[in-house]
């Protein structure tokens, strides 16, 4: 006889979604500075040696707390690239701006980058943590990626088109503004900036220039 | 009869320039950890009061060097922007390419984004040093978006683009990669980034959406 199929998820997942969470709520409350890994454990009701051994420093934990956010950011393939480009970039966009305001009372004239800059430092400071963030990065960006390749395969783009050079353009220009320049990332300029990324590829100059 | 025509800079200027040629050769050696501003006041043979006056914390003099180290980058107008986009980005790549290994020995397979990130997180910290950052950057690109507005003017750019995006999108790309997904960005990329921005503007899609 079978054994009797196994009901819901194992008992480890069941815990890494309850630290997820507890770290989620925590970092919304206190912000970088004051976040502590011990105060997710008691939370989240695991051990700390569980916690530690799965996430050694809290910039691990919260390199996984990200990776979860944006994972939970759709990426539809409707089969209109100015449309899905919009939405994804705008859910990025308000994602950025949510992430640099937690654990702060930031108002309108505030344009710090917040937590999100504190991580990029945390990249740059632990070979081990920048290795997961820039895992994170490759294994999400392969979705808008693979949303350009389709356009292009269409037609939508020119055939040319560097499906990774067109996303550094649009992400980066996101993230330029957040942690360097400091200029807002509404809704306005998202779709001023697809707008430009996708009408430049038809819009001709009147006095092109030799190359 | 006239006085004397005064010779040479203000002692204060004389001062500041000896003061951030110290700070770059110690940023050098040292990197962003192990800089000490005390040490900078000693090889730069200022009194440390005299230091700390001008910039109260390394954080503000590693912004006050940043600035001047832009400030030597060029900006040439020739009149094709393909080549002058081309070589000021290939000088702001190369230079944000070197400040991340200052004081590391960084070797090929190391993308950590070192003090670019440090001063990244320290201007997301400190409301003064981020407004120190973000003025530099507005004041600094100025000059790249006076190209573009010259560039459009003469019929080199469609009359529709607007130079703050633009630049966005070739600025962006660079410290996306150098900061977020730590992708290289040597002169081979910069080309390509130029290129797919400015033909993104001439090519045609062979299937163009209605918008």
Known sequence: MAPPARRGRPRSEDADARILQ?????????????????????????????????????????????AKLQDDVEVADTGNIRHDLTVYLTAIATGLDRMRRVGRDAGETDRSAGVVAELVAAAARHPDVGDAVRGMFARRNALPLTLLDHARARGALPAGTSSEVLFDQLAGALYYRLLVTGRPIGADYVEQLVDQVLTGTTATPTHPERT
Chains 1, 2 share one sequence.
Do not use: S
């Open 22 to 66: 507890a770290a989620h709520a925590l970092l919304v409350e206190r912000g970088y500075d004051r976040f502590a890994i011990d105060e997710v454990a008691g939370r989240a009701a695991v051990a700390k040696t569980t916690l530690y051994r799965r996430w050694p420093t809290k910039d691990h934990l919260l390199v996984a707390l990200v």
